[in-house]
């Protein structure tokens, strides 16, 4: 007597199966996406207090404008001579003592880390009641020790300079940064340097007439040229020489009621 095999059994048995692969196709899938999320999320720092969300939240500059995190981290110490001083408080930025960046800097996940400007760099400022009291950290006022110009400056330099290079800051990078992992080093070597690199040449040759500018000054901005410049691209060397200066002081942000009517420098005069 043939021994039969019952149809209804195995059409049970080949489901089980198939549902135990999809299973394990799913938890794959969620496990790749946990560990690739991080990669390639486009995600800001936030933070909870609203003054802390104005000097280091972010404005969106970092995905088009911003530089990678380590990139910028290691700039003043792989380029100290293009500084007036150690490290960016030189030109003015302000460092709190529990930030890990300036004041006006804001960070996001793009891939990678990457570091932008947002509002506070410009309206954030300090001021002690004595010489020799703690520097106090107003927001909202002119950033009155600020040297914009210089950063743009040092940007310019060091993007033009042979040692922006793979072989040059991985290995200062990793010194700082205690070890990226295998694809942050694969990203930095092949993609992150070399075209930060481009985009700072390109920067520099669209803002090359800043180069000649008379110096802004600390706590004063010409506004309206570069953002032309890098904005929309307009033809800075068909302007004429007085056209070419609009350097103004940084505005506060409060008390707008007695300037209305007056030309200021957000207007583009």
């Known amino acids: 007597m043939t021994e039969q095999t019952n149809p209804n059994l195995l059409t ?21 996406l946990f560990l690739l999320w991080p990669v390639f999320s486009n995600s800001p720092v936030d933070y909870a207090d ?14 088009v404008n911003g ?40 960070q996001r996940r793009v891939f990678i880390d990457r570091v932008g400007l947002n509002c506070a760099v410009c309206h ?21 020790v600020l040297n914009l110009q210089g950063y743009i400056k040092f940007l310019s330099a060091v993007g033009v300079d042979e040692r922006f290079t793979a072989n040059r800051m991985l290995p200062e990078i990793e010194k700082i940064s205690g070890g990226l992992n295998p694809i942050e080093k694969l990203l930095y070597r092949f993609i992150a340097i070399p075209q930060t690199r481009d985009a700072l040449i390109n920067q520099a040759s669209r803002l090359k ?31 004429r020489e007085d056209e070419l ?21 957000w207007d583009g005069k």
């Open 209 to 239: 007439f800043v180069e000649e500018q008379p110096d802004w000054g600390p706590g004063r901005v010409d506004t309206f040229n570069p953002y032309k410049a890098i904005q929309f691209h307009f033809p800075m060397d068909k302007l």
């Open 50 to 63: 609203i003054e802390n969300h104005f000097k280091y939240g972010s404005i969106g500059s970092e995905s």
């Open 67 to 106: 530089i990678p995190y380590w990139i910028w981290k290691v700039l003043p110490e792989l380029f100290p001579e293009k500084l007036p001083g150690k490290g960016y408080t030189s030109l003015g930025f302000i460092k709190e003592p529990d930030k890990d960046l300036p004041v006006g800097f804001s």
């Open 12 to 32: 049970t048995s080949i489901k089980g199966v198939l549902q135990r692969i999809l299973v394990v196709i799913v938890g794959v899938l969620a496990v790749a």
């Open 124 to 144: 954030t400022g300090t001021l002690r009641h004595t010489p020799n009291s703690e520097h106090q950290v107003i927001t909202t006022m002119p950033a009155n």
């Open 245 to 265: 200066i609009g350097t103004s002081d940084f505005p506060s942000v409060w008390n707008q009621k007695p300037r209305k009517g007056l030309e200021l420098h």
